[in-house]
């Protein structure tokens, strides 16, 4: 593999959102869910550094993906749940409280659930993720520090495996206890919610069930064979020249970038990509302070702002088949995005438009201004 020094950092998405959205168990004394909740989420904005998430969303979308094609798991259960985790997925991990409500969202709706039964399971969730981070937060912000600046430095693929492999097996075994809690909580949750369903509820939610234990298995099973050393990005639904290729993604973003014996780390990339809508924010923000826009014109461009990724949203709706087949490393120049690259475009004009006069003719507007972290578009 090719300039494998720059290289720096990786871990499988999979370890970090496993930590994430795993239940944990219940303490004696439950914290205040929502200041807990809102500390988890600011710890893993730290997931960040690996770059835009909708990038390594759809990594994990295409995965998980072939984790059922392979597993031959094409049941309507089966179907509804790879739906749900595909969806969960696409919601960074930082922002819980949306993907929360994103759940609780799709079981009302899958067991036509009534208020009650509604709030009861969301409330469940929060207290057991709250007291999660409690118990564990030293092993999970641990752990989310380690795997977004780790160095790797194997000069070839494989001794990049046997090194990834000796750290995903020291990961697991790492979180242990955590994922011991996880796997006792989701039984007191899922319990207590089966508990209060009617007989027509329960007998939906039994197919589903038996989804639910097939994915336990095959997860157990693979937390096995990487504690045992033996990660392989294939039963992830990863080719080695994928995953070898997305850790060269990754490695462009963050901290930990530094090309080994230059002594200098590389500039930040932008934060904001003209295919990925909800960059876009970024961009705004930084127009707004290069062109010292008042609070009149940074409320028009925040207006321009959510009409045109609503627009884009759409657009990438619709064709999200079409770009479920492309692979993420070439979706941003896929014919199919062309709309998207234009409704960016608009979003500079128009943001250019709202500049007064002295706005303008003033030399230093257009110039960007260094951002914490280094880098300019």
């Known amino acids: 593999m090719q300039d494998r020094s720059r290289i720096r950092r990786a871990a499988h998405v999979g370890w970090a959102m ?11 004394e439950p914290p205040a869910t929502a200041p807990s909740l809102e500390r988890l989420a600011k710890t893993a904005e730290g997931l960040a550094q690996w770059g835009p998430w909708e990038e390594q969303a759809a990594w994990i979308d295409r995965s998980m993906t072939r984790v059922w094609e392979r597993n031959g798991w094409n049941d309507e259960p089966d179907r509804f749940a790879l739906e749900t985790m595909r969806d969960v997925a696409a919601i960074p991990p930082w922002r819980i409280f949306e993907r929360l409500d994103f759940l609780t969202s799709r079981a009302r709706e899958r067991y036509d659930l009534t208020d009650a039964q509604a709030a009861n399971l969301k409330q469940s969730i929060m207290t057991e993720t709250a007291t999660l981070f409690a118990r564990h937060a030293p092993t999970i912000v641990r752990q989310i520090n380690e795997q977004t600046r780790l160095r790797l430095e194997a000069e070839d693929d494989e ?29 007191r949750v899922t319990s207590a919610f089966e508990s209060g369903l009617t007989p027509e509820q329960k007998q939906k939610f ?35 020249e994928e995953f070898t290729g997305w850790l060269r993604e990754i490695s462009l973003h963050g901290p930990g970038n530094a090309r080994r014996g230059e002594g200098a780390v590389a500039a930040a990339p932008p934060r904001w990509l003209a295919h990925v809508p909800s960059t876009w924010r970024y961009y705004v923000e930084d127009a707004t302070q290069r062109f010292s826009f008042d609070a009149a014109q940074i409320k028009a461009a925040d207006s321009i702002l959510a009409e045109l990724a609503e627009r884009a949203d759409r657009h990438l709706l619709a064709q999200r088949k079409v770009l479920d087949t492309v692979d993420p490393a070439a979706r941003a120049s896929h014919e199919a995005m062309k709309p998207v690259l234009d409704l960016f475009e608009s979003l500079k004009t128009r943001l250019d438009a709202l500049k007064r006069r002295e706005q303008k003719d003033d030399p230093s507007s257009g110039t960007p201004r260094p951002r914490p972290g280094g880098g300019t578009p």
Request: no cysteine.
């Open 18 to 28: 496993g930590v994430l959205v795993s239940t944990p168990a219940a303490a004696q």
């Open 159 to 187: 001794g990049l495996m046997k090194e990834i492999q000796g750290n995903v097996a020291r990961w697991m075994q790492d979180t242990e206890p955590l994922h011991r809690d996880a796997m006792e909580a989701f039984a």
């Open 206 to 240: 039994a197919a589903d069930r038996r989804m639910i234990d097939k994915l336990t298995r095959h997860g157990e099973q693979l937390r096995a064979e990487g504690l045992a050393g033996r990660f392989d990005p294939e039963a992830w639904g990863m080719s080695r």
